[in-house]
């Protein structure tokens, strides 16, 4: 018989990477790691990790033994969920990572709404970028993603998680002065030589933005980085750069600071959704907070009330 513990610790490796990550992430020395998955080798039998470099891998029959463990959690997690929807208050800890417009805009809201319906259940949140919320799912470091998707460019969906369309954030191209022109692509050409601001190379929203402004016919002028939205709205606002911004920018305020000009069809909205682990949507704590997400979702967002930039968007 396999120890759960042991397997758990194999499954962190593969997720992490390395075993110092393991350490760190539980709390534990490298050197306990490596004991504890020497022994889960003595009891399978066979080589589980092999050198490469400083670094370990994974072999076949260790990829094997985390197919299984992920089987074996995924089960735990149902029981949990059984258990919990038979009682009649929703309660534990719920881990929430969502990237910083939907932080804002959102989770504020959703907060207010899940205390007033559920005080017993306790909610952590922290503040991720998609490109690191969804490896944290996988890796169980939280329950439920709040992730957003390009037009056109769409988002890997890793195998074992489970999505919710939450909402369509409609995408304005913002500049610190009024277009010449009204048809949406020539308007953006205007801006050929203008400096930019956009999100760290590398993101989903900055590879979106420059196949954009490419589609559009030049290169963009990308002075400014930061994943900061609000600061992309700063350096708008003072006429140091150009930027695209979604419409979440603007929840709780009157007040549009910009000019604000349509994007070209196609590329009118992005897609917010909150994805979790397979089989672990059907806990109550994570149907509470999709609720309140909706809820908090349909106020924030204008394009979720009536849908014309994202009709736009699909069209």
């Not at 000019?259 to 994805?275: C, V, Y």
């Not at 149907?287 to 994202?310: F, H, I, Q, S, Y």
Request: some cysteine.
């Amino acid at each position: 018989m396999f120890d759960l513990h042991r397997l758990r610790l194999l499954r962190e490796l593969k997720h992490r990477g390395t075993l110092a990550a393991v350490a760190a992430a539980l709390s534990y020395s490298p050197s306990s790691v490596s004991q504890q998955l020497s022994q889960l080798e003595s009891e399978a039998g066979v080589t589980l990790l092999e050198p490469v470099g400083r670094r370990v891998r994974l072999t076949p029959q260790a990829e094997i033994l985390v197919a299984h463990t992920e089987a074996v959690l995924a089960r735990l997690e149902q029981a949990e969920a059984d258990i919990a929807d038979s009682l009649s208050e929703v309660t534990g800890t719920l881990r929430v990572a969502a990237f910083q417009t939907a932080a804002l805009a959102l989770l504020p809201t959703a907060l207010t709404l899940l205390r007033t319906a559920h005080p017993a259940l306790r909610v952590h949140v922290v503040e991720a970028e998609p490109e690191r919320s969804l490896p944290a799912l996988l890796a169980r470091d939280v329950d439920l993603v709040v992730t957003e998707e390009y037009p056109g460019l769409p988002q890997p969906r890793p195998a074992g998680t489970e999505r919710e369309e939450l909402a369509d954030d409609a995408l304005r191209l913002a500049r610190p002065d009024r277009p010449r022109v009204r048809q949406p692509l020539a308007a953006l050409r205007e801006l050929a030589d203008h400096p930019w601001v956009m999100e760290p190379v590398g993101s989903a929203a900055r590879r979106w933005a420059t196949a954009l402004c490419r589609s559009a016919g030049f290169e963009p002028d990308v002075r400014f980085e930061s994943s900061d939205l609000l600061l992309h709205l700063r350096l708008v606002e003072g006429g140091h750069a150009a930027a695209f911004l979604p419409d979440l920018v603007w929840s709780g305020t009157t007040a549009r600071t910009v000019g604000l000009t349509p994007l070209p069809r196609g590329h009118r909205a992005r897609s917010l959704s909150t994805a979790v682990r397979e089989g672990h949507g059907t806990h109550p704590a994570i149907r509470a907070c999709r609720e309140a997400l909706r809820e908090a979702a349909g106020g924030a967002v204008p394009g979720a009330a009536n849908g014309a930039d994202a009709g736009a968007a699909r069209g």
